[in-house]
């Protein structure tokens, strides 16, 4: 069984897709092992534990990066996890977390990486950013996590057209079409490889 773990600090659209793709039998061999996150009331924490999965709250307050992160590998050590899936996750993690798990984190950023990544773009204002520089496309960016900030190796880009008429909402609602349809697959592709 290929094991993976969701950290995460939002909503989780990305995670429901994944839990939607194994309830339906499409991710045959993977398990959801644990939804792990830093947020006691964050929306995907609940869903998770709503839809039957195991979940971990690592309270973040009076720890430095390294003692949260520290405290946050037990968890998936204890869980012989195979693969950390990051949806949503509003924390850059330690040197040695990322080397801890070397090639075993993965990231889904909603643009098409090297333009508007790093630590200044997240949540809409990824989405602000390319709407002003009237780019003609945008996308997500499927990564593996390395020390830098979206600056881990290439594992897919997909791309949607932007409409004139596009604000920051219908942008994330398309980036986030993509993003569902091609994570799981992605976790798929990577079980299969393992």
């Excluded at 971990?56 to 949260?68: L, V, Y």
């Excluded at 850059?92 to 090297?114: C, E, G, M, W, Y």
């Excluded at 900030?149 to 409409?163: E, S």
């Amino acid at each position: 069984m290929f094991k993976i773990a969701v950290l995460a600090s939002t909503n989780g659209t990305d995670l429901q897709a994944i839990i939607d793709e194994i309830k339906a039998g499409k991710m045959p061999g993977i398990e959801l092992a644990i939804v792990a996150g830093n947020k006691e009331n964050c929306y995907a924490l609940q869903r998770a534990k709503e839809q039957g999965f195991k979940i971990a709250f690592i309270d973040p307050n009076n720890k430095t990066r390294e003692e949260f992160d520290q405290e946050m590998a037990a968890t998936l050590t204890q869980e012989k996890i195979d693969l950390i899936v990051l949806v949503g996750y509003m924390r850059i993690l330690s040197t040695d977390f990322v080397r801890q798990f070397k090639n075993k984190i993965i990231n889904v950023h909603p643009a098409l990486i090297p333009k508007y990544c790093g630590p200044q773009f997240f949540g809409s204002n990824v989405h602000e950013a390319v709407l002003a520089a009237h780019e003609k496309e945008t996308g997500m960016t499927i990564h593996y996590v390395d020390e830098g900030v979206d600056t881990g190796k290439i594992i897919l880009r997909k791309t949607c057209a932007i409409d004139p008429d596009d604000t920051p909402e219908t942008l994330k609602a398309k980036v986030q079409t993509l993003e569902k349809k091609w994570y799981p697959e992605v976790i798929r592709q990577l079980a299969k490889k393992s």
